[in-house]
């Protein structure tokens, strides 16, 4: 969901593949450098907890984290155009959906040759 909330065109671009107009193969899934150290941030500050999730390790907010996330919920201007491409994504982006994407298969691989 990341990804899609960045641009119009990556917001696009997962619409096209939960509705199947468009191959899971052409998503590219981004990942953040600082993401590690941002989750190690939340923890520290008690909005985060980790979890094992089918034996592999996820985060989920904590009460003070789901607090704080209905107060930016609230504030129409913080993050608004992200929190309209998520609630247009976000009903057909189930876990199943997720797994789809997360799962590496030989059409997904690139070869740098």
């Known amino acids: ?6 641009s119009f065109e990556e917001a696009d671009l997962l619409s096209d593949i939960l509705v199947g107009a468009a191959k899971l193969s052409q998503w590219r899934i981004k990942v953040e450098p600082a993401l590690g150290r941002a989750l190690d941030l939340m923890v520290g500050e008690s909005l985060l907890q980790w979890i094992t999730i089918s034996d592999r390790l996820g985060v989920e907010l904590s009460a003070t984290g789901l ?10 201007e913080i993050l608004s155009a992200e929190k309209d491409r998520i609630a247009l994504l976000s009903t057909d ?5 997720v797994s ?5 298969r030989a059409e997904h691989a ?3 040759y």
Do not use: G, P, Y
Not at 1 to 6: E, I, Q
Not at 67 to 76: D, G, T
């Open 67 to 76: 607090s704080l996330a209905k107060e930016i919920e609230q504030e129409k």
């Open 1 to 6: 969901m990341n990804d899609a909330t960045r």
């Open 100 to 104: 789809q994407f997360l799962t590496v």
């Open 93 to 97: 982006l189930t876990e199943t959906r």
């Open 110 to 112: 690139v070869h740098d």
